[in-house]
């Protein structure tokens, strides 16, 4: 052979072991994952998604679980999308029973608490330790799934996980003041559970915003809201009086913003309702409140059993309504829930900001001015001639011009529903967790602050394999009868065909265009 064709074969070697090397770099530095699964069990969402491409510094996560444990193969497909979308995230596995130095180590370093189970399995009261920096967050079993009694369960460890990343890089928390004194939602959970906050409230203390009440009427309450981000009135079920209100305009024109959920007021009177007394702090945001509640019976958006009372409501482009806008930034957004709303209408008060409309009820909605005797409805009230006709606003948002150097002027948003922070909104599937997605949003503008985390429930996945005794006496019977029966006849066959050809001498076909081989 010449030189030539040598030298050819060597380069195209040396060229395919280099590409062969590119390759890897490429790939090592450019990870990218594809999620075939039918319900996009793995595929990450814009919350997260955003949390990751905003990282500043390295995130470690601690997954402490043995190979077969439960929650071992959903979390390495789980991290390994998180790994994929940022650089700046990396993962220690650490085995409880192999890797005893390491759990030590951790021990030490987080105060993890470890013990033996039963079955001399180690076992500690974390399976993931997000760390940064000096910060950390421990997240349980609980954290990740939430088990049903039928042996199903549903996944929760991408908000767990995200939520987690959000507190140990958080800054300074902002301060969320939820006003009191006004029949409002209650942070502290009392008596009656769905007259509070519930899970809402762990919702935004995992995502570092620290949470306090604020009395507005208290005597010595000169500056209740002073070292506030946003107050929120969630769902008041009395008026502010002037006092109150003078206060928290006084507050808003200084620089505060405000997230009020107002919805139609019950009293004793001839229209069976009652005014929120807030005009004079809205007044200067071009916000006003309408006496009157909104019906909307369209069977497109009305929500069954409501007595046109429920409805989904169609948002309108803001920053707050952006992944809630058909044809937006989600080419399927959840839908946004309203019950027993007002509408909401521009303030006509000189030098009043513009407010954006930001919820809107359909063409053939119509509004109520008076609900005395609605207790004794049965079903939808009729509509009449003199009722107000849609479409109605029922949520709006507004923002002064910046003071004081202040990144951005005082904001409010103003939704017509008492409802709109229930712990039932956060608790729906994706495509009814627009309400949920809606209050997240308003708040993270208000504060300006990355969107909060909340991430829709995942499909309910199996928990585990219910085997009736029947079951189990068949799996015995495979395990211990048919499958070493079935290796032991496979080997008979084996040893017979063996057996049957070893004495024979090896006979050579004769190959193509060869004469046979003379006897």
Known sequence: MSRGPQALQLTGIVAAVVLAAIVNVLGARHFTRWDWTRDKRWSLS???????????????????????????????????SYVARSSRVEVHWIDPDRDAVQLVDLERRFGLE??????????????????????????????????????????????????????????????????????????????????????????????????SSVDVGAPNAHEPFAGCAVAIIAGMRSPFAAAETNRLRTWLLDGGSLLAAVGPIEASTDSGMISAGLDDALAPFGVALDDQVVHDLEPSVAIPDTHGEGYFATPLPHPVTASLVPNGSDSHPPRVAIFFARSLHHAPVPDAAWAAELLLTSSGA??????????????????????????FVVAMASERKAIHGAAHGPRVVVVGSRFALVEDNWQQPRPLHGTAFFIDSALSWLAARPSVVDVPDRAEVAAGIRVSEEGRTEVRRYVLLFMPLAALLLGVAVWAWRGSSENKPYERSARPGEKEPLP
């Open 366 to 391: 119509f509004a109520k001015k008076s609900i005395a005797g609605a207790s004794a409805w049965t079903e939808a009230p009729p509509r009449e001639a003199a009722d107000p006709h849609g479409a």
């Open 114 to 211: 470890a013990g033996r189970t039963e079955n001399g399995r180690v076992a500690t009261d974390a399976i993931v330790i997000v760390a940064s920096g000096e910060k950390h967050w421990f997240l349980t079993p609980s954290d990740l799934f939430e088990a049903s009694d039928d042996a199903r369960a549903r996944p929760r460890e991408e908000r767990a996980l995200t939520q987690a990343i959000r507190s140990v890089v958080g800054g300074e928390k902002a301060k969320l003041c939820f006003t009191v004194g006004h029949g409002e939602l209650a942070l502290e959970p009392g008596r009656d559970e769905k007259e509070g906050l519930g899970t809402v409230r762990t919702l935004l203390e995992k995502n570092n915003y620290e949470l």
């Open 46 to 80: 814009p919350a997260t998604l955003e949390t990751l491409h905003g990282l500043e510094q390295p995130i470690d996560l601690w997954a402490i679980a043995a190979p077969g444990d439960p929650l071992e193969q959903s979390l390495r497909q789980l991290l390994a």
